[in-house]
């Protein structure tokens, strides 16, 4: 069975970083790309940032380049996001998802964690 589960959310200042976990089993984590959504209340859910575990190619969404960065952990098969330079408009749940596309399009990852709140206060 595949699972995901986050972590690390929380209630942060403008400004201020956090890092978030997603912790994955069930799978063979080295052939499939894991990717960082979130989504905002009244807005769809966007991809962010993926990875992917075989190769460590990676992509971001414009909005996040350069205070975003994701990384792996194959042995531990986990998959972080460090987020810095938080602003407000970065408040959103996180979900992370596993599955093949490279460019981090929902509809290419088909299994999903539950999602941790990110909450950035100005």
């Known amino acids: 069975e595949v699972q995901l589960v986050e972590s690390g959310g929380g209630l942060v200042q403008a400004g201020g970083s956090l890092r978030l976990s997603c912790a994955a089993s069930?799978?063979?984590?080295?052939?499939?790309?894991i990717g960082w959504f979130r989504q905002a209340p009244g807005k769809e859910r966007e991809g962010i940032s993926c990875i992917n575990s075989s190769d460590g190619s990676t992509y971001y969404v414009d909005s996040v380049k350069g205070r975003f960065t994701i990384s792996s952990d194959n042995a531990k098969t986990t998959v972080y996001l460090q987020m810095n330079s938080l602003k407000p408009e970065d408040t959103a749940v996180y979900y992370c998802?596993?599955?093949?596309?490279?460019?981090?399009?929902?509809?290419?990852?088909?299994?999903w964690g539950q999602g941790t709140q990110v909450t950035v206060s100005s």
């Open positions: 998802a596993a599955g093949k596309g490279s460019n981090c399009l929902i509809v290419d990852f088909p299994s």
């Open positions: 069930g799978f063979t984590f080295d052939d499939y790309a």
